[in-house]
């Protein structure tokens, strides 16, 4: 067997010129009816993270947690995000829940060390929560 090795330049256009073909034959219109089910989030389990986080990324690893990014209203760029996928059962409950810069959210849900570092995000989370809400509570 043969491998053909593509230059990344090479890939690149073949990609843009199947992609502008598509165009041109107007097959890049064509919409799909799609229907979803998932589970409802309790937006007060979203808004109790981000007071937690004091506006910060809690992800340990993160290279900037004082963040410089600002979304349109003003608010810290942050993604409350579930330990464990909430679409998969995860808990909607802050002890459970993360607010994470883009970056590190984007290495929590496909980075190659995602498993490890949802543990230590998880021990994080529930240090933050136990801090502000008492071992004891809940």
Do not use: F, K
């Given at each position: 067997m043969r491998?053909?090795?593509v230059s990344d330049e090479a890939a690149y256009n073949a990609a843009c010129d199947a992609l502008l073909e598509r165009e041109a034959a107007g097959s890049h219109e064509v919409r799909r009816a799609t229907t979803t089910e998932r589970r409802d989030r309790d937006d007060a389990a979203r808004r109790a993270v981000l007071r937690r986080s004091e506006g910060r990324c809690e992800s340990p690893e993160c290279l900037l947690p004082d963040l410089?990014?600002?979304t349109t209203t003003g608010e810290p760029l942050?993604?409350?995000d579930h330990?464990?996928?909430h679409a998969a059962?995860?808990?909607d409950y802050p002890?459970?829940?993360i607010a994470l810069c883009p970056d590190c959210q984007a290495k929590k849900t496909r980075g190659a060390d995602q498993d490890e570092l949802r543990?230590?995000?998880r021990v994080v989370a529930l240090r933050r929560?136990?801090?502000l809400r008492g071992k004891s509570r809940d």
């Open positions: 491998v053909r090795v410089p990014y600002r942050l993604e409350v330990i464990d996928d059962g995860g808990r002890s459970a829940m543990e230590r995000l929560h136990q801090a």
